[in-house]
C-alpha cells in the first residue's frame, strides 16, 4: 500500500490542524493504521494509532486528549486531528500501516511508511 501525508503547515501554539494519510494499492480496511512523528535531532516517535475498523484507538501520553485519530475506509484515509498545538508538537509526521502483530505503540510492527508532512508550530 502507499500513503500520501497531507495537511501539514505552520500554526500558533494553541491552533489545530488536521492531517490526512490517503492509501492505494492493497486493501486499506483490513490494517491498522498509525501516526507517528520526527522532530529533529530525535527518534520517530509514536502519536496515535487506530484499529483496521477504528473500534480501538491509542495515544502517546503527549497527545492524549487534544489530538484524534479517525479512519473512513471508504475514502481510504487516515485523519489525525490535533488540536491545542503546542511548539513541541513540531516535526515531520509520518502515517504507517501497521504490517505486524504486536504492540500498536511500536513503530517497528508499522510499514509502508508515507513521505511525511511537516507540522510546525510557533510560540
Known amino acids: 500500500v502507499q500513503l500520501q501525508a497531507s495537511g501539514g503547515g505552520l500554526v500558533q501554539a494553541g491552533d489545530s490542524l488536521r492531517l490526512s494519510c490517503a492509501a492505494s494499492g492493497r486493501t486499506f480496511s483490513g490494517y491498522a493504521m498509525g501516526w507517528f512523528r520526527q522532530a529533529p535531532g530525535k527518534e520517530r516517535e509514536f502519536v496515535a494509532s487506530?484499529?483496521?475498523?477504528?473500534?480501538?484507538?491509542y495515544y502517546a501520553d503527549s497527545v492524549k486528549g487534544r489530538f484524534t485519530i479517525s479512519r473512513d475506509n471508504a475514502k481510504t484515509t487516515v485523519y489525525l486531528q490535533m488540536n491545542s498545538l503546542k511548539p513541541e508538537d513540531t516535526a515531520v509526521y509520518y502515517c504507517?500501516?501497521?504490517?505486524?502483530?504486536?504492540?500498536?505503540?511500536?513503530?517497528?510492527?508499522?510499514?509502508?511508511w508515507g513521505q511525511g508532512t511537516q507540522v510546525t508550530v510557533s510560540s
Open positions: 504507517a500501516v501497521k504490517v505486524y502483530s504486536g504492540s500498536y505503540y511500536d513503530p517497528v510492527n508499522f510499514g509502508s
Open positions: 487506530i484499529s483496521w475498523n477504528g473500534g480501538n484507538t
